[in-house]
């Protein structure tokens, strides 16, 4: 199980055999190693979410897993040392991802989607809408007919087909002054009446707008 600052347990698939396999390879305990963690676990089946802030959390805590994996195989003897070396690896590796550039800080989006000839007007739209904002903020798209949109669709719970939903930051209910936006079905106006959602291009850009300015 690994445990998170916030006291939060998630149970990971095959950690200690990638942890084993990098200690085998001489993997140093630094930044790199922690994202080819996470890598490795992906490739395992575990999903992890695509957001900066999330994966950054996970890098912190796999980076202290795999130090003291390799402290406990340096021998009793080297105790103060390995605890020494834990506490620089960990504060040089909380260092690095404070010394990442502003593009760390930024908005992120999750974004499923079925890719079907109704749906595509709606994609359109909605790239249109985040290349306006380039690189300040960051996107993943979900085919839903996809096994990565599978797992991600399993992760969040979802059971029911729908024709797009949209997460910012893992939220998809965005409040907006007075009102409580959820990104999911048709926009408002376009695709077939039965799907359509209670939001619309606007909202969109008003949730990043709130998400960005949050942020500086």
């Known amino acids: 199980m690994l445990k998170f600052p916030d006291g939060t347990q998630i149970r990971v698939n095959g950690l200690n055999e990638v942890l084993a396999g990098l200690y085998s390879e001489g993997r140093q305990a630094n930044q790199e190693t922690a994202e080819e963690i996470i890598n490795r676990l992906e490739a395992g089946k575990n999903f992890i979410p695509s957001s900066y802030s999330t994966r950054k959390e996970y ?12 402290n406990e195989r340096a021998g009793a003897g080297t105790g103060k040392i390995g605890s020494v070396w834990l506490f620089f690896c960990v504060v040089a590796f909380v260092v690095l991802c404070l010394g990442v550039d502003a593009h760390a800080a930024r908005p992120h989006l999750d974004v499923l989607y079925m890719n079907h000839p109704p749906m595509q007007p709606t994609v359109r739209e909605i790239r249109d809408v985040l290349a306006k904002y380039g690189e300040k903020v960051s996107v993943s798209w979900y085919d839903a007919d996809t096994k990565e949109a599978q797992t991600f669709t399993a992760a969040k719970g979802l059971r029911e087909h729908i024709p797009i939903a949209i997460w910012i930051d893992d939220a998809q209910k965005i409040k907006l002054g007075p009102r ?9 106006g376009s695709g077939p009446g039965p799907f359509q959602g209670d939001w619309t291009m606007q909202d969109l850009k008003a949730a990043l707008d709130q998400a960005i300015s949050g942020r500086r």
């Open 59 to 70: 890098a912190y805590v796999l980076l202290k897993e795999y130090t003291q994996y390799v």
């Open 180 to 188: 409580t936006v959820t990104f999911v079905g048709f926009p408002k």
